[in-house]
């Protein structure tokens, strides 16, 4: 195969080598896995990927064995090896070959050298077309998700060069007001504030020539009312931020491979893992989504899946806290972050204390949230004790089962105030992050936790952040981390909710006190 490899992902899926079309297999399935891994340039499971394209009760791993000879006969070549596979992860290898909708959205991000209109131009052009047009359905419902979310991306950058392409200084007057059309099609709200903003501006000039008092401010017409199109735009925009993640792995002293990711610029934060963590799903989570956009905005965010879920490894013998941390130890220096805020959810929190008072020179402040010292079976009755129990033997018999009801234990107790909405997508996430004998695993381990004996040597500014009404994990244990603390600040929010949803008052709340510690601390 030349090294002049082009991939077309704008319309069908197209390859060509030199100019030329490589033919692709007939299968549909096939086409879909290829296109999948071109488009997020990652490393999968081969156990998420039989999922997504082969949910049959037969050898599924023997279908993607098949897909995966048919697709390397297409993009490997002699000394090239595109496709890379391992027992447990596929990957394909993009190095020097041209993608045409990585290539678009590459220009658009260069401020440094913007494309000219005649690069614009092309770009309008292509991405008239429907991208991975025929794939629909090729694989399951979360393959689906994912196409539409891929397709919202293009069709948001065929809005910002409709954009450019309308306010080019290089476009002629003519050609602005068909693009100028264009736009207004595709994103009529924007298109018609910044023909408002112009005649703004117009008018501001004309009232300084004829030396009229310039307009109050209540008399400009400023575009104030942000729609439900306008909010919708919002989530799609941090949905794409986060997408534009940045995956890595590394490896723990005991083989375990650990899955991480980075976004923002800044100085860095690290989130400690927590129930339950995807680095691929998070992004599109009505949970999680907002709350790590606000996060990137200024920063560095980094955060990764523990040990037994999401992208790391599932197939592990040591699930304990021990091993937790060490993850955690794992991943910093893996980045080699010298000095930085632990941001600690549930049990996060004990691990990052155990972390930050092993290192407390590279901790520069806590911020812990819902969080406790010890587990259930230091603090439990023997009655709840009990009760856990019973869970941990129903999450192994119903967790992996198409009925949500098992995995509805904890969506309930975790959110009990979120929407029907919200819970749903937290039973589905919840399945697809581990599997059921791992969620008994993490549930017995959680419950083993103690740090109550390092509270008083954490010496690094800390804040604990914790639900009047939390469900899962009382306030009186949140409190007890921050009297055991020294000089720990502690912030009650108005919660009935041990994971904050970003409709509820508290999250806020949440945001604007943790920003003010960090402010407060210069960290």
């Known amino acids: 195969m030349a090294q002049d490899l082009e991939i077309s992902l704008l319309g069908e899926l197209r390859v060509l080598s030199s100019g030329e079309e490589v033919s692709l297999p007939a299968s549909r399935k096939a086409r879909a896995l290829l296109a999948f891994l071109i488009a997020t340039g990652r490393p999968h ?223 860095p934060v690290l989130k400690a893992a927590n129930w339950l963590n995807h680095l691929e799903f998070d992004w599109s989570s009505p949970i999680w989504g907002r709350s790590f956009a606000e996060i990137a905005r200024r920063r560095t965010f980094i955060r990764y899946d523990e040990r037994g879920c999401g992208l790391s490894d599932w197939d592990v013998k040591d699930l304990s806290f021990e091993a937790f941390v060490e993850d955690l130890e794992a991943v910093a220096d893996t980045l080699g972050l010298e000095r930085f805020p632990l941001i600690g959810i549930s049990q996060g929190c004990a691990v990052s204390i155990e972390y930050a008072v092993r290192h407390p020179h590279r901790v520069s402040g806590l911020i812990l949230i819902g969080g406790y010292a010890a587990g259930w079976r230091h603090l439990a009755s023997p009655e709840e004790q009990a009760r856990r129990e019973a869970v941990l033997t129903l999450t192994e018999l119903g967790w992996g089962t198409d009925n949500p009801a098992y995995r509805h234990i904890f969506s309930q107790t975790f959110m009990p105030e979120a929407s029907a909405e919200t819970l749903a997508w937290f039973d589905e996430f919840q399945r697809l992050t581990t599997s059921p004998r791992n969620a008994a695993r993490f549930q017995d381990a959680f419950g083993h936790i103690d740090v109550r004996h390092r509270l008083a040597d954490v010496r690094a500014p800390t804040i604990v952040l914790h639900s009047r009404h939390d469900q899962r994990i009382p306030l009186d244990q949140g409190r007890a981390v921050a009297s055991g603390i020294p000089g720990a600040q502690f912030v009650p929010l108005e919660s009935h909710n041990h994971i904050l949803v970003d409709q509820e008052p508290a999250w806020q709340v949440c945001l604007n006190a943790i920003g003010a510690f960090l402010e407060k601390h210069e960290i």
């Not at 292509?126 to 069709?155: H, K, M, P, S």
């Not at 709200?189 to 008018?203: F, K, L, M």
């Open 45 to 267: 499971r081969r156990e998420r990927l039989c999922e997504l394209f082969w949910d049959i009760p037969d050898d599924p791993k023997a279908a993607l064995r098949w897909a995966l000879s048919k697709l390397r006969k297409t993009v490997d070549g002699p000394d090239e090896v595109r496709i890379v596979a391992d027992r447990e992860r596929v990957q394909f290898v993009p190095g020097g070959i041209r993608i045409d909708i990585t290539d678009i959205h590459a220009r658009l991000r260069d401020r440094d050298h913007p494309p000219a209109v005649e690069d614009l131009e092309e770009m309008a052009h292509r991405l008239e077309q429907v991208l991975l047009d025929g794939l629909d359905g090729a694989g399951d419902d979360t393959f689906d998700a994912w196409l539409t979310a891929e397709r919202e991306d293009a069709r948001a950058a065929q809005v910002e060069v409709l954009k450019r392409l309308a306010t080019h200084p290089d476009t002629g007057s003519i050609a602005a007001r068909k693009w100028m059309r264009l736009w207004a099609e595709a994103d009529p709200e924007d298109a018609d504030a910044h023909r408002q903003s112009v005649a703004r501006q117009n008018a501001a000039r004309s009232s300084e020539r004829s030396g009229e008092a310039r307009a109050k401010p209540a008399e400009t017409g400023i575009y104030e009312t942000r729609t439900q199109d306008a909010q919708n735009r919002v989530r799609k925009a941090r949905a794409r931020a986060l997408r534009a993640q940045r995956i890595g792995f590394c490896e723990v002293a005991d083989g375990t491979k650990i899955a991480f990711a980075s976004i923002g610029s800044g100085a």
